[in-house]
């Protein structure tokens, strides 16, 4: 039997074995609430690791180490560092809010405080964003795939995605829960063995450091220019407020068993994502010294693995690669599903029943699944596709959501205002001057105007009160986070 042969056996063996736990898990999903956020019965445990493995996908497995080994110190930035930190920001100003108003995604808060259009635009916005992200984190599972197997990249797109439809079609949350856990253990195990084995056949850490390009590790602006400084800040920014209004993680502090599990669920998944997600970037690093001349940067981390890694060794890791990009597609999906259900279908029908609901949420997964795919066979690169995903709300949706949250004379017309402009700022600047960061001036034209014409219409458009899920005034009282754990009141 050939290396790929036992490779390609031990991808189809492990697609299977989490179609498996998928199904398994899919029994215990059969209302809207079970499907969306898992019953809200989520535990510490595994909602850390959910967020872990839903944040900690094809970008900092692949886009990141490719990012490091050609040189490309914003985007190494970008993901894992400044998205690890994002993870702090909506624990420590966020998860408590969302799961104390026992609300499903956060894009209620805008339909609440904005406007019911408000909702629609941010649904839209946060779908086109999902496809492209998925697209990007299936063009990567496209990569590895035809690296390692020798196979036509498609072939291994349309079988992965076809696993991954079916188990989040019929279980939901509570199937990629189970899936995460599962993903989360082949990712550690393989990251681990392919970093030590490529670390000790270069000669260690002592004959690989003197080697390391110049600019390796070193994550502060790379010149001195206004521009460089620009671009430095727009990407802790855009990047560091993703996690804020991302359905994947926003359902998460919604299922957790109560606000303590979600708020310590993101600080605990903010550390370990900070320092494993380190690891692929490092081996990117180490590639510049044991494999130099790698023409395809996205395929370096695979490459590493054929080259030092024993065939079976190979499918381990390959397992690892597998379940990070599978951890990030059926968390993309699921949200998508979940806001067509929740946040669109009322626009269309009146009084949905529960069952209809849950219908459509899970219908949606395939069709939005096939959206992505033609994404994917149109994508160039894997952190293109994810800065495209964050552009696109960034600009527009960002201000106005935080202020959703935070700021109580937020009006109607300060919103939409905000929402408009920052799309009108981020489309000129794209069509005027492209090599501009159009998300990053949008976003503050936003927050601008909202603000402005917030107070200046506290009289004809006053501000509506953030309610929760009965529509009582939420409680907003004691709604920080505390840096140091609290003790989850649930006992667990």
Request: proline share 4%.
């Amino acid at each position: 039997m050939t290396s790929q042969t036992i490779i390609l056996v031990g991808v189809c063996l492990y697609v299977l074995l989490m179609l498996g736990v998928g199904m398994l898990a899919a029994r215990r999903s059969s209302s809207m609430q079970d499907f969306a956020v898992s019953g809200r019965k989520m535990s510490l445990s595994v909602c850390s690791i959910s967020i872990v493995a839903t944040w900690f996908g094809s970008g900092p497995m692949m886009g990141s180490a490719a990012a490091a080994y050609a040189g490309r110190t914003l985007e190494v930035l970008r993901d894992p560092l400044v998205s690890g930190v994002s993870l702090f920001i909506a624990g420590f100003f966020f998860a408590r809010t969302y799961r104390r108003s026992r609300r499903t995604t956060s894009i209620e808060f805008t339909e609440i405080r904005i406007g019911p259009l408000a909702g629609v635009i941010a649904s839209f916005v946060n779908l086109i964003a999902g496809t492209i992200w998925l697209g990007g984190v299936l063009f990567a599972f496209g990569v590895v795939f035809e690296t390692l197997t020798g196979q036509p990249a498609a072939l291994g797109i349309l079988g992965g995605t076809l696993v991954i439809v079916v188990y989040t079609m019929f279980g939901g949350l509570q199937a990629v829960a189970a899936t995460d856990v599962l993903q989360m253990v082949f990712i550690v195990v393989g990251v681990m063995i392919l970093f030590f084995v490529v670390l000790g056949d270069s000669g260690g850490w002592s004959e690989v450091a003197p080697q390391l390009p110049a600019h390796a590790f070193d994550f502060t602006p790379q010149g001195s220019s206004f521009k460089d400084w620009f671009d430095y800040l727009q990407v802790w920014f855009s990047s560091g407020l993703v996690a804020i209004g991302t359905m994947s993680l926003v359902q998460r502090a919604m299922a957790a068993r109560d606000e303590y599990v979600a708020q310590n669920a993101f600080y605990i998944g903010g550390c370990v994502y900070l320092v494993f997600g380190m690891i692929p970037v490092t081996l990117g690093y180490i590639a510049t010294v044991a494999m130099p001349g790698v023409e395809d940067a996205n395929a370096i981390i695979p490459l590493l693995a054929v080259e030092h890694l024993h065939p079976v060794l190979v499918a381990i890791f390959v397992g690892a690669v597998v379940s990070a990009i599978m951890s990030t597609s059926d968390s993309i999906l699921l949200g998508c599903g979940t806001i067509i259900s929740v946040n669109l279908l009322p626009r269309v029908h009146a009084a949905p029943s529960e069952e209809l609901k849950l219908r459509v949420a899970r219908w949606s997964v395939p069709c939005m699944a096939v959206i992505a795919l033609y994404t994917a066979f149109n994508t160039a690169t894997v952190i293109s596709a994810i800065a495209a995903a964050i552009s696109l709300g960034f600009a527009g949706l960002t201000a106005p959501g935080i202020l959703n949250i935070w700021w109580p004379r937020l009006t109607s017309a300060g919103g939409y205002c905000g929402i408009f402009s920052g799309f009108a700022t981020f489309a000129l600047l794209k069509f005027t001057h492209p090599d501009w960061p159009a998300d990053f001036i949008g976003f503050w034209v936003s927050l601008l105007v909202t603000v402005i014409v917030s107070l200046a219409t506290q009289q004809s458009s006053p501000p509506r009160l953030l309610t929760d899920v009965d529509g009582q005034p939420l409680d907003l009282s004691d709604r920080l986070g505390t840096l140091p754990l609290l003790q989850d009141k649930s006992g667990n």
